[in-house]
């Protein structure tokens, strides 16, 4: 059975770095499929933020894409979410998810307040 | 960039109700949809794929169907646990992704 588990800060300062990675379980991610970060804000919608492959290829939300970086460890079988210059619109839920034509395996999320 | 704009943006309804939300693409996509459920305070899960395919244990009072630009998610028969946030979510431009803006369904 897959699953995903999400770890890092849940406060970071306005201007810093958000931190995350998720790690997986049950799956070699050297083995293949996208691996994905999604947010969702208190009170509205999810957002994609971006996709790493194993390869390390990566694809990023437009929206964010001055100020994301995503990675994958295949020793710690885990992948990586490092957003810069944070402010308070980045307070959200942050999901990882494995991404097969879908979303179809996510972890439970994790929050993120950035706040002084 | 694909946009998805769904209706209507909440929705009260009674357990055993028929009910319809409806997903729209700009440009359109085939049939590259996926509709998943959220309840509060837990991850969102995938109800359906393809427009229509409904994924592994998903109980089969849900389906999908619509394929280009017109889509739909249709719930025969409301139950106690299916009052959830629904949202759609394109993947024709896979590994990059688009949400709508989610549907609220809550108890009439």
């Known amino acids: 059975q897959v699953q995903l588990q999400e770890s890092g800060p849940g406060l970071v300062k306005p201007s810093g770095t958000l931190s995350l990675s998720c790690a997986v379980s049950?799956?070699?991610?050297?083995?293949?499929?996208?691996w994905g970060w999604i947010r969702q804000p208190p009170g509205k919608g999810l957002e994609w933020i971006g996709s790493v492959y194993h390869s390390g290829n990566t694809y990023y939300n437009p929206s964010l894409r001055s100020r994301v970086t995503m990675s994958v460890d295949t020793s710690k079988n885990q992948f990586s979410l490092k957003l810069t210059s944070v402010t308070a619109a980045d307070t959200a839920v942050y999901y990882c998810a494995r991404l097969s034509i879908t979303m179809d395996i996510w972890g439970q999320g994790t929050v993120v307040t950035v706040s002084s | 960039a694909i946009q998805l704009t769904q209706s209507p943006s909440s929705l009260s309804a009674s357990v055993g109700d028929r009910v319809t939300i409806t997903c729209r693409a700009s440009?359109?996509?085939?049939?590259?949809l996926a509709w998943y459920q959220q309840r509060p305070g837990r991850a969102p899960q995938l109800l359906i794929y393809?427009?229509?395919t409904l994924e592994s244990g998903v109980p089969s009072r849900f389906s999908g169907s619509g394929s280009g630009t017109d889509f739909t998610l249709t719930i025969s028969s409301l139950q106690p646990e299916d009052y959830a946030t629904y949202y759609c979510?394109?993947?024709?431009?896979?590994?990059?992704?688009?949400f709508g803006p989610g549907t609220k369904l809550d108890f009439k």
């Open positions: 393809d427009a229509s």
């Open positions: 049950g799956y070699s991610i050297g083995s293949g499929y996208y």
């Open positions: 440009p359109g996509i085939g049939s590259a």
């Open positions: 979510q394109q993947f024709n431009s896979y590994p990059l992704f688009t």
